[in-house]
């Protein structure tokens, strides 16, 4: 029938921030600390995961592989 389109996720920066929206209406916000490679040379980014669901907030540091989190964050925040 139709082709799906598909978006190019944006380039990953250290110091930019990300969204990922949920199904339960609840949007994340990552925003990068750095981008680094592992020992293997596989390139992780460090970023800080800010939540709000309803009377709960999240803050916490986490890590993913960048091909990762380029499929989960696919939309650049602006200040």
């Known amino acids: 029938m139709f082709p799906r389109l598909t978006r190019k996720p944006p380039e990953i920066t250290a110091g930019a921030s ?6 339960d209406n609840v ?4 925003k990068v600390i750095a981008i ?5 040379g596989i390139p992780h980014v460090r970023f800080n995961l800010h939540i709000e669901s309803g009377i709960r907030v999240l803050d916490e540091e986490r890590t993913l592989s960048l091909s990762r989190f380029s499929e989960c964050f696919r939309e650049r925040v602006t200040a």
């Open 36 to 40: 680094r490679p592992d020992a293997a």
């Open 27 to 30: 949007v994340e916000i990552a």
């Open 18 to 23: 990300y969204s990922r929206p949920r199904r």
